[in-house]
Nanobody, 124 residues
């Protein structure tokens, strides 16, 4: 059974930083592209960042590329999202997801497995 478990969310002030973590089990982690998505209240889930299985390719949404950084540790079966200079508009539930595609694309449809999410709330 595939499990993706996110952690690291919380309540932070604007300008602060967070490091989200996603622990994977039940899949050949090093063979999967991994992505982070977020969903704000009343909005659709949106792509934030993705990383290929080898970490050789990364992809970011234009709105976050200067502040977010995705990385992975295949030995630990974890993917991380470093978020800097947090803004109130970053408030959302953040999900990690696994894709069998090589390229870390932005389409939700390309991701087969999803975690339950971790809440990030940024106060102004």
């Amino acid at each position: 059974q595939v499990q993706l478990v996110e952690s690291g969310g919380g309540l932070v002030q604007a300008g602060g930083s967070l490091r989200l973590s996603c622990a994977a089990s039940g899949l050949a982690f090093s063979s999967y592209t991994m992505g982070w998505f977020r969903q704000a209240p009343g909005k659709e889930r949106q792509f934030v960042a993705g990383i290929s299985w080898s970490a050789g390719i990364t992809n970011y949404a234009d709105s976050v590329k200067d502040r977010f950084s995705i990385s992975r540790d295949n030995a630990e079966k974890r993917v991380y999202l470093q978020i800097n200079s947090l803004k109130p508009e970053d408030t959302a539930v953040y999900y990690c997801a696994a894709s069998a595609y090589y390229q870390p694309r932005q389409s939700l449809r390309e991701y087969s497995y999803w975690g339950q999410g971790t809440q990030v709330t940024v106060s102004s």
